[in-house]
């Protein structure tokens, strides 16, 4: 993997609070990473810089630099959901996933994560301690600033149901906690009363036994495999399920005939037509292109409008 190993953010002392002086520890970043290395589908173009914090402090003080210096800043979770552009993205990517890694089990039954948690880790773990909750998101490849954003879900649950609390931190030197009242969880969208980055989450789960949960994980990871193209290079689904159309988007792609039409290397899976995956050496714009051409077919066959569900970072042609 190539770029530098960077010292650039001096880390104040403290709790990094605004006007404390400077430390002399320091922040991981690199520059002209190539994104494709960093997303599950093994696509993208390089990013100008990567800042990958150790803790929710650190956000907080990059945030706060880059604003500063007005570069943009991207936040990376899993590239579980991400399409970056094959010119690449011109912004410092905040990647959570590699050091924001903490889960912690409180007395009181609750469990804390930060943001870069994988959802299959935590799934597992809570299977460890008899608690029940995260079954059904076990087998989705994000970490948890990823799933609390997105919303994710599967098999009739979503993340937002055992949720307590979210914190995010902000470009003013702010990290502020939210209730899960106070969140609006929607369908793959969460609409937070402020902006900011996902630091750390709280959730409360339900009692169970290791063997039950493991087993529904089990079962549910075992519906998946048989459904989906698994192991395969992907960003999930690629469009959203229509609102008010009784059928999926896969379904709808297949009906356009759309399944395993192909650009370049980028193809709709066979298995699962509204899976997008990367055969080998596929580009950005092989799948825009392909993306183009499933919702055109959609709505000229079935009179459907599918919006993606991915999220497109970087220059696409119109
Ligand atoms: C094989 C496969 C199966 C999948 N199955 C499902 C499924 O069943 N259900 C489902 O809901 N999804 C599914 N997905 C999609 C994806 O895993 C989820 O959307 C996941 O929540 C994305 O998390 P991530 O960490 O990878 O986010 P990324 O892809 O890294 O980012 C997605 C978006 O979230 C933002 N973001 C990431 N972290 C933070 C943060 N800490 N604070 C603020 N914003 C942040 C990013 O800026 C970006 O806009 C699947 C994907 C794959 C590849």
């Given at each position: 993997m190539s770029g530098n190993w960077e010292k650039v953010y001096p880390r104040r002392s403290g709790?990094?609070?605004?006007?404390?002086?400077?430390?002399?520890?320091?922040?991981?970043?690199?520059?002209?990473?190539?994104?494709?290395?960093?997303?599950?589908?093994?696509?993208?173009?390089?990013?100008?810089?990567?800042?990958?914090?150790?803790?929710?402090?650190?956000?907080?003080?990059?945030?706060?630099?880059?604003?500063?210096?007005?570069?943009?800043?991207?936040?990376?979770?899993?590239?579980?959901?991400?399409?970056?552009?094959?010119?690449?993205?011109?912004?410092?990517?905040?990647?959570?996933?590699?050091?924001?890694?903490?889960?912690?089990?409180?007395?009181?039954?609750?469990?804390?994560?930060?943001?870069?948690?994988?959802?299959?880790?935590?799934?597992?773990?809570c299977a460890l301690s008899g608690l029940s909750g995260m079954e059904s998101l076990s087998g989705i490849p994000g970490t948890v600033g990823g799933a609390m954003t997105m919303n994710a879900g599967a098999y009739g649950h979503s993340i937002g149901e055992v949720t307590e609390w979210v914190e995010l931190a902000d470009?003013?030197?702010e990290i502020r906690r939210i209730d899960a009242r106070s969140l609006r969880f929607g369908y793959r969208e969460t609409e937070f009363p402020v902006q900011g980055v996902v630091v750390r989450a709280g959730f409360r789960f339900a009692d169970g036994t290791r063997e039950g949960v493991f087993s529904l994980m089990r079962q549910l990871n075992e519906k998946r495999r048989g459904n989906q193209p698994w192991g395969e290079k992907s960003f999930g689904s690629t469009f959203r399920n229509p609102p008010r159309a009784p059928e999926g988007a896969g379904i709808l792609l297949e009906r356009a005939?759309?399944?395993?039409?192909?650009?370049?290397?980028?193809?709709?899976?066979?298995?699962?037509?509204?899976?997008?995956?990367?055969?080998?050496?596929?580009?950005?714009?092989?799948?825009?292109?392909?993306?183009?051409?499933?919702?055109?077919?959609?709505?000229?066959?079935?009179?459907?409008?599918?919006?993606?569900?991915?999220?497109?970072?970087?220059?696409?042609?119109?």
């Open positions: 709790d990094g609070g605004r006007g404390a002086a400077a430390c002399v520890r320091n922040i991981e970043v690199s520059f002209h990473l190539k994104m494709r290395d960093y997303t599950t589908v093994g696509i993208g173009g390089a990013a100008d810089r990567v800042a990958f914090p150790r803790s929710p402090a650190d956000v907080r003080e990059i945030l706060v630099t880059e604003r500063r210096s007005g570069r943009p800043v991207r936040v990376l979770g899993a590239g579980s959901n991400l399409l970056v552009a094959d010119a690449g993205v011109a912004a410092t990517v905040l990647c959570t996933k590699k050091h924001l890694s903490k889960v912690v089990f409180l007395a009181d039954g609750s469990v804390v994560a930060e943001a870069g948690v994988m959802l299959p880790r935590l799934a597992v773990l470009g003013e030197g005939g759309m399944k395993g039409a192909r650009e370049g290397d980028a193809c709709f899976s066979e298995k699962h037509a509204n899976f997008l995956v990367n055969l080998g050496r596929a580009t950005a714009a092989d799948v825009r292109r392909l993306m183009d051409r499933g919702q055109r077919a959609v709505r000229e066959r079935c009179g459907v409008l599918l919006v993606p569900e991915v999220k497109l970072w970087g220059e696409f042609d119109a």
